[in-house]
């Protein structure tokens, strides 16, 4: 019995450590691809040197992504440091009225956009719902992700300490 009650404590173990594992293909900051606001192509190669990097993938009409924002919005000038690259798959004219109403033209550290019917960004993170969120420090690489929205205050504390 004692034998099997360690085994078990084991198999926990192993799994738990498992699990707590950021998934590997999504360490380095991925290249993308998205028409933005403006009707410009942006990529990642457009993105400042040594500065950290938040990627939100979101939908202009999940309730879920417009609470983030509602949060977000207050702190948003905590976060001037950081390149903010929010990317959807829903048509342009989507994404420009979600950046008109959050008043995100006021930040020119964020960057919003559509990669279209790719869904590369999508396939790459292994979006199931939206927002997700993913944090890289100055040199590309991942600090956390989110697979929906966290609580706005980590947020905004690991992005500062990225």
Avoid: W
Wanted: proline letters at 5%; one cysteine or more.
């Amino acid at each position: 019995m004692k034998q099997f009650f360690l085994s078990m404590l084991a198999i926990i173990a192993i799994t738990g450590c498992t699990l707590a594992q950021q998934n590997p293909r999504i360490q380095n900051l991925p290249m993308y691809h998205i028409l933005n606001t403006d009707s410009v192509n942006v990529t990642t190669a457009k993105l400042k040197k040594d500065k950290p990097v938040m990627i939100i993938y979101f939908a202009p009409d999940c309730a879920h992504c417009q609470h983030l924002m509602y949060e977000l919005k207050p702190k948003l000038k905590e976060l001037n440091g950081i390149q903010i690259v929010m990317i959807s798959f829903v048509q342009y004219k989507m994404i420009k009225e979600f950046y008109r109403n959050f008043g995100l033209s006021a930040y020119p550290n964020i960057t919003v956009g559509t990669e279209g019917y790719t869904y590369e960004m999508q396939k790459y993170f292994e979006i199931k719902t939206t927002p997700y969120i993913a944090i890289y420090d100055k040199h590309g690489k991942l600090v956390k992700a989110y697979e929906k929205a966290p609580d706005v205050k980590e947020l905004v504390d690991i992005a500062k300490k990225a």
